[in-house]
């Protein structure tokens, strides 16, 4: 099986000034000098810059948290691909839950986000996962089934290696439930079923568990076989807290 690089992501979501971000980063590098993991940086649009210009000459790599499918066009208030891969921005969040819930994201748009990402040689992180309705009724695996064939409709098998894939079940989102280490090992290991089923290096695919990830969880769920990184979001936005998640990914 080959090795996967763990991938530890911060999504600030809408947190950080400019200011704010510059010191979160002064204060992170060199607290994971000496990591061996990916570590991405999901900026605010505003703060990508600074974030990216702190970060030349390290590992560190900076994402945007959402993009539009298309180039250029009369879409008020949208970012593309282009404009995310003039500022050396290396990745693109895609599909959050927040934005399939507050901002109508659909599967439809999605599967041309995701095509568009590797088109563009920015790495997607596409996240699904479940409500709590759904886990409780036992369609968790119905509904990520759908998500990912939906989702990775516009992609051919052979790219999936370049897609990052977040579980984040919606009911522990920022609620300080975190799934249990056997709800998230089981969950992403059917994920990864799936993504085999479709054919493709399934085992190079990096998947990561998101949702009330911080320090105390992080080295358990980041010790099981099918899980890959974490997408962490409120312990992301303190440097010491996520250094030290970084720290746990070894
Ligand atoms: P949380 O958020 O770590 O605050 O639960 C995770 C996410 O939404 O990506």
């Keep these: ?15 950080k000034t400019v ?8 204060a992170l590098l060199p ?18 810059t600074a974030v990216v210009e702190r970060r030349y000459g390290t590992a560190v790599k900076v994402a945007a948290q959402n993009m539009h499918e298309e180039d250029s066009g009369a879409f008020t208030g949208e970012v593309s691909a282009p404009m995310l891969v003039e500022l050396d921005v290396e990745a693109v969040i895609l599909g959050h839950s927040e934005r399939r ?15 568009k990402a590797l088109t563009a040689d920015l790495e997607p992180i596409l996240c699904v996962g479940e ?5 409780d009724a036992g369609e968790t695996e119905e509904v990520l089934e759908r998500q990912l064939q939906a989702d990775l409709s516009g992609i051919e098998p052979g790219q999936i290696e370049n897609v990052v894939i977040a579980y ?6 920022g609620t300080g439930r975190t799934a249990t280490p056997e709800q998230a090992e089981e969950t992403c290991a059917f994920i990864r079923d799936v993504l085999r089923a479709r054919g493709g290096a ?4 990096r998947i990561l568990y ?38 746990a990914a070894g």
């Design 1 to 15: 099986m080959p090795e996967r690089t763990p991938y530890i992501a911060a999504n600030w979501k809408m947190h």
């Design 19 to 26: 200011a704010e971000a510059a010191e979160f980063v002064d």
């Design 31 to 48: 607290r994971i000098a000496a990591t061996q993991s990916d570590v991405v940086l999901c900026a605010p649009f505003t703060a990508l």
């Design 101 to 115: 819930q507050y901002f109508n994201e659909t599967d439809e748009a999605l599967a041309r986000k995701v095509a």
């Design 131 to 135: 409500s709590e309705e759904a886990r």
């Design 168 to 173: 984040e079940p919606i009911w522990a989102i």
């Design 202 to 205: 399934a085992d190079r695919v």
């Design 210 to 247: 998101g949702g009330s990830v911080k320090p105390a969880n992080a080295a358990e769920l980041l010790s099981l076989p099918d899980i890959d990184g974490a997408l962490v979001g409120g312990a992301s936005l303190d440097a010491e807290d996520f250094a030290a998640i970084v720290e």
